[in-house]
């Protein structure tokens, strides 16, 4: 359990709908909540959501990037790497439901099939976050300095199938709904529980559910699926969440333009990655949900093409950051076909249509 004697965390910084005086510049964390809430920003926070392929940091080291020999892709979040370019620091916490949870036979196979299974297997997950708050009391000085700090939990489509595997998953949303339904209300109680024991250590600025449902011809489940085994749980935790000032995010690839507005009704707040090679459509989305928060979207595809055809995908853009409420960042992971100067071209026409999207 967490200590009583740890000290509350300082209440979050006002945001003034003003611009940031020259004197004081605005902080990532100023810059985030700013553009959550649809006020002005000095530029468009610049970040790498989701920090880079192991091997696109092979290719760097071997190419000169030499604070990269430091980076370790299993291990750390990549922060010494995000200062060295120069990007808005956004600390991430995955924060899983277990210890050490068995090992599956192959990639997408079963750990459990039935609820005998999986009462055998609970007493092993859902456990309290560590007495020491894991990475988050140490954090605290930086988010208090201006970082952005965050944290993702596998969400209500994620988890079961991380246990039944991704067969048995999608036959259990139609054969045993009730399995599912114990699962996730197990899985949200620990989620509540969770997130008062974050806070009580630091302030999270927001968090991500990781759900991956869709993939390039939409989701993975009916409505009527999503509104029986997942929606309810939604619409527990994310009240929960908004009692903290946490800004909520849904991370799903592939395209989720139909399953957006399912999310919604949840009370989330925003999604990302809209990735391009599933046909996602800022502009469309902006259109038909204003109030939405998106997060991602720029094409990975045209980094190796190099400044033209990067150059063509901000200009792409550039009318959806002007709208507000959309931070451009690769839609994924920036590939390993990329080379260091390429990203650094990539990282220069960023902070200069960040700027532009700003004035």
């Not at 809430?37 to 970040?47: F, I, N, S, T």
């Not at 990639?107 to 999986?118: E, N, Q, R, V």
């Not at 903290?244 to 990302?272: A, E, K, N, Q």
Request: glycine share 8%.
């Amino acid at each position: 359990m967490v200590s009583a004697a740890v000290p509350a965390a300082a209440p979050a910084p006002a945001i003034t709908a003003a611009r940031a005086p020259r004197s004081a510049p605005m902080t990532s964390r100023d810059r985030f909540r700013a553009l959550c809430a649809g006020q002005p920003v000095d530029r468009l926070p610049m970040v790498e959501w989701a920090h880079w392929w192991g091997q696109t940091m092979t290719r760097w080291i071997g190419e000169g990037l030499s604070v990269a020999q430091e980076y370790h892709y299993k291990r750390g979040v990549g922060e010494q790497v995000t200062r060295h370019f120069g990007l808005d620091v956004w600390l991430q916490d995955w924060v899983n439901p277990h210890r050490d949870l068995p090992k599956p036979a192959h990639h997408g196979a079963a750990l459990i099939a039935t609820m005998d299974d999986y009462l055998a297997l609970r007493p092993s997950l859902y456990p309290s976050l560590r007495s020491d708050g894991g990475p988050w009391a140490d954090w605290r000085p930086k988010l208090d300095a201006g970082d952005v700090g965050w944290f993702t939990f596998p969400g209500f489509f994620w988890w079961p199938r991380v246990l039944l595997g991704i067969e048995g998953h999608l036959y259990a949303l139609a054969d045993n709904p009730e399995l599912l339904h114990a699962i996730n209300s197990d899985l949200a109680a620990w989620m509540v529980r969770t997130v008062d024991e974050i806070c009580r250590f630091a302030k999270p600025d927001f968090m991500t559910f990781g759900e991956d449902l869709s993939y390039n011809h939409g989701p993975m489940l009916s409505e009527r699926s999503f509104n029986n085994v997942i929606l309810p749980y939604y619409q527990q935790v994310v009240p929960a969440l908004h009692e903290h000032g946490i800004t909520v995010v849904v991370d799903s690839d592939g395209d989720i333009t139909r399953c957006l507005p399912w999310f919604l009704r949840g009370g989330i707040d925003g999604i990302l990655p809209l990735e391009r090679q599933s046909k996602v459509d800022i502009n469309q989305l902006q259109a038909a949900h204003p109030k939405t928060l998106f997060i991602g979207h720029f094409d990975k595809m045209t980094m190796p093409l190099g400044e033209a055809a990067m150059h063509a995908e901000f200009e792409r853009l550039l009318p959806a950051m002007r709208r507000g409420r959309f931070i451009p960042s690769v839609d994924h992971q920036t590939p390993p076909g990329v080379s260091l100067d390429q990203y650094r071209c990539y990282l220069r026409l960023l902070g200069e249509y960040t700027r532009r999207a700003a004035t």
